[in-house]
């Protein structure tokens, strides 16, 4: 019987085994999408639409869309196990429903109904 076909070797080579990383091609992608997108952030801020009521919502969710891209690419959370994703972004979503009660709360969202 070899030392590849022991019962630990398995288990030994996968922890040396590297994980997979974004290429550069895909960080320009990155890159381009979040610039992309504070660009909107910065031509909305210039516009009428700075005056409704949906102004705060809307910089606050693309806010939260270039966290979420810049953890999953920037620190590899996208390529870690899926329980510290679950451990990141429990919490974070938690947290998103409390400030937007809140702003509910505090009138600083227009009503659904």
Do not use: C
Not at 34 to 39: A, F, K, P, Q, S
Not at 40 to 68: D, R
Not at 73 to 101: C, E, N, Q, S, W
Request: glycine share 2%; proline share 7%; aromatic share 18%.
């Amino acid at each position: 019987m070899s030392d590849h076909h022991a019962p630990g070797a398995a288990a030994a080579q996968e922890e040396h085994e590297e994980h997979e990383h974004p290429s550069w091609k895909q960080y320009k992608w990155v890159a381009l999408i979040l610039l992309v997108i504070t660009v909107v952030e910065v031509w909305v801020y210039y516009t009428p639409f700075a005056k409704s009521p949906y102004f705060n919502p809307f910089l606050i969710t693309m806010s939260a869309v270039k966290f979420g891209i810049v953890v999953q690419m920037y620190m590899h959370l996208k390529y870690d196990h899926k329980l510290f994703r679950a451990l990141f972004f429990g919490p974070l979503l938690i947290a998103m429903f409390t400030v937007t009660a809140l702003l509910f709360l505090f009138h600083q969202l227009p009503p659904l109904f």
